[in-house]
């Protein structure tokens, strides 16, 4: 049965997709490298575009929220960044799941023109939504000089919440970038999706302003982990970690990951025809 | 040699769907069929059983775009693919290079393969030349470094050194091609699936990317699959030859045999290349023919040959400043030209009812590969109402290479063939404070 390298047709199925994926892994990094290339060509300030969104939400947030709404802060916590470290991951969510979600549908030559393993294109759009997180996450930092703020030890778990965000994003992306192909409504659904997301998640006020009793079931919503999982990072001790939450996002991440990895898988060898 | 490619009991199916409305799949269309379905379950449980067609509110078909494709290919082969518009060509490229799945059977592939189903796929007109290179590149399968090394040559080719860091979408599209095609000549694959792409550029871009494509096939262990109109092409390169039709391989052999199958086929699908007509089509018009160089009846006209339309007429003696136009259209019904003939001295000649025959000679014909209509229409002058003849005969016009096919692009590229010249790529300083002319 091995008289051929590659085998196609439906009776053959994930064998050598991994292998696949490995030895595509080229074309991620240039995917990847001509979003982030084309996304800042011909823009007079930049990157500068990237700081200026979580900017504005920060001071309406913390005007609506803190002054207005009399929202409580973590402890000592300045509003700003109470704000600014829940815009964080949330900009990398919702710029994540947009870019991926309608990555297959814009780059429908390629998909319709040549072979590759398509899970890349999801893949690559999301590494323009880390690249803007970083900027950020650089404006955060001068912000907590400004506020003399020290994070402690925490920091260094930063990372995780961050890939624990990523995979969100992706989780999401990928299902929808799949089902897109087929049934554009939901690149309307997207961004609605996103609007209300922002005032559900706990972005322009903690997590601790929900009662107790409702803690485990608002980590329903996946970002919520994520965007806890931030502060306690970023902001000390102030914000303390709600664990049942926490898990509770995460296993609704992967299972989201999973089944969306399986259907992309399932649909994608006829991407071609429908896109 | 060893087998490098094996297509097993491939078929490909689509679903048409006739539904009034058009556009992408519509979700609300999948709910609606959904609930439709789910209501006629409810309805007649017992009839409507899953494997039952649905009915009312779509009807869909299934067309078959492939069947039943079964063939090897062997390692240092050359083999060329053709068919008439809708033969499975295209889809057979696509499932060879793993772009989409078959519904049935498998293809099994040995060795680094590479497709080009179009050049540059992925090229992205924000970006400069260069960074295309090592994107385009990479999408086609060539790693980093295979492309550092070989960017010299690539640029060398495509005659692009002067605008390597100006992005593409200042670039002529003459300009795109030859980059796109000097990046895919420059992949080292060792089998290599080819759609229709050769067939870009200016005629001495052409022959340098032929040139290269010989070179490929010259090493012998190199193996390639090629789609062309072109049938020289496919005669001078190929070893072996497929022709497709209707989704079925109907042929295959040397390709001097196939491409005569070929050319037989097409006159019986032609639709006949000569015609008679009863009375009652036109008033006056008995028999219309189609002769080729030699003077034969043909439904095939070369490209770039001479045509002639050979026009029997009769009951011409009342017809008073009679005209006869003859028009040539499309498949889908776009008109490409009209020739007039003054049958005034016809008609002196008929000297009654006698049958007369005009012959229409259209030199060189400029048509592209394709499918086209021949549309009469007499007229009598002053006040009489034109009686037209729509669609009288319909001809292919194919393509044999030589200077007349240099500019062939193939579907997509339009109707005719226009020769042109293009002068050596200038660098252009858009920027520059030049003095607007006619001021001091």
């Keep these: 049965m091995k008289e051929f390298d590659i085998y196609f047709g439906p009776r053959f199925g994930k064998r050598q997709y991994l292998r696949d994926l490995w030895n595509f892994r080229g074309l991620l990094y240039f995917l990847a490298w001509r979003d982030i290339l084309v996304r800042y060509k011909q823009t007079v300030i930049g990157i500068a575009w990237s700081l200026l969104n979580p900017l504005f939400f920060m001071v309406v947030f913390t005007v609506i929220f803190s002054r207005i709404g009399h929202f409580p802060s973590d402890g000592r916590t300045p509003y700003p960044l109470l704000v600014f470290s829940a815009l964080l991951p949330w900009q990398l969510f919702a710029s994540g799941l947009t870019q991926s979600s309608k990555s297959l549908v814009e780059n429908a030559r390629m998909v319709a023109k040549i072979y590759f393993p398509r899970l890349l294109i999801p893949l690559s759009s999301v590494v323009v939504s880390l690249v803007d997180f970083l900027i950020s996450l650089g404006l ?136 | 040699m060893a087998i490098v490619l094996k297509v097993e009991d491939v078929s490909k199916k689509f679903i048409i769907s006739h539904r009034p409305r058009q556009g992408n799949n519509m979700l609300r269309d999948a709910m609606a069929e959904r609930l439709g379905d789910l209501g006629r379950r409810l309805r007649h449980p017992l009839r409507a059983s899953a494997g039952e067609p649905m009915s009312g509110l779509s009807t869909s078909e299934e067309f078959w775009a492939l069947r039943d494709i079964n063939f090897t290919i062997e390692q240092g082969e050359v083999v060329g693919i053709i068919g008439g518009n809708g033969a499975g060509k295209s889809t057979l490229l696509k499932i060879l290079s793993r772009v989409t799945e078959p519904t049935t059977g498998y293809v099994g592939l040995k060795g680094r393969v590479n497709s080009l189903l179009e050049v540059g796929t992925g090229f992205h007109a924000e970006l400069t030349g260069r960074e295309n290179i090592f994107l385009n590149g990479s999408i086609l399968g060539l790693s980093r470094d295979a492309i550092r090394r070989k960017f010299d040559q690539i640029v060398a080719f495509a005659g692009v050194e002067k605008f390597l860091d100006t992005p593409m979408k200042r670039y002529s599209s003459g300009m795109e091609v030859r980059l796109a095609f000097a990046i895919a000549a420059h992949l080292e694959p060792e089998v290599l699936i080819i759609d229709e792409v050769l067939a870009v550029g200016d005629s001495e871009f052409q022959k340098k990317c032929l040139a290269k494509m010989r070179e490929f096939a010259s090493q012998g262990d190199r193996t390639i699959l090629f789609v062309s109109h072109t049938l020289a092409t496919i005669q001078s390169f190929c070893s072996r030859c497929l022709l497709l039709s209707g989704g079925r391989i109907v042929g295959e052999g040397p390709p001097e045999l196939v491409i005569k199958e070929y050319l037989g086929h097409l006159e019986e699908s032609g639709g006949g290349a000569e015609r008679s007509f009863p009375t009652t089509a036109s008033a006056h018009l008995r028999q219309l023919r189609l002769l080729n160089t030699e003077g034969s009846t043909a439904a095939i006209v070369v490209q770039g040959e001479d045509l002639d339309l050979e026009i029997v007429l009769d009951h011409l003696a009342l017809a008073v400043d009679p005209r006869l136009e003859i028009s040539v259209e499309t498949a889908d019904g776009l008109r490409i030209f009209a020739i007039v003939a003054d049958l005034t001295e016809a008609c002196a000649l008929a000297a009654g009812d006698r049958p007369v025959q005009v012959v229409a000679r259209i030199p060189r014909i400029p048509l592209l590969p394709g499918e086209y209509w021949i549309n009469l229409q007499f007229e009598r002058r002053p006040r009489e109402t034109p009686q037209p003849l729509d669609r009288a005969l319909k001809f292919s016009v194919v393509s044999l290479g030589g200077p007349a096919a240099a500019n062939n692009l193939g579907r997509g590229a339009g109707i005719i063939a226009v020769q042109s010249a293009w002068s050596r790529p200038q660098l252009v300083d858009l920027n520059s404070a030049r003095p607007p002319a006619g001021r001091p």
């Design chain 1, 140 to 275: 955060l930092l001068a912000m907590m000089i400004y506020y003399q703020w020290n994070p402690g030890w925490r920091l260094l778990v930063l990372p995780l919440f961050l890939g624990l965000g990523l995979l969100t994003a992706l989780s999401l992306g990928i299902w929808l970038a799949a089902i897109n192909v087929k049934y554009r409504d939901f690149q309307y659904i997207v961004p609605f999706l996103l609007q209300i997301g922002l005032f559900v998640s706990p972005v322009g006020f903690s997590s601790s302003v929900i009662p107790p009793e409702w803690r485990l079931l608002y980590g329903l919503n996946p970002m919520v982990g994520v965007i806890d999982g931030f502060r306690w990072c970023l902001l000390g001790g102030e914000a303390p970690l709600y664990l049942p939450g926490l898990g509770l996002s995460l296993v609704l991440t992967l299972l989201l990951l999973r089944s969306g990895i399986a259907y992309f898988h399932k649909t994608e060898r006829t991407f071609a025809d429908y896109i």
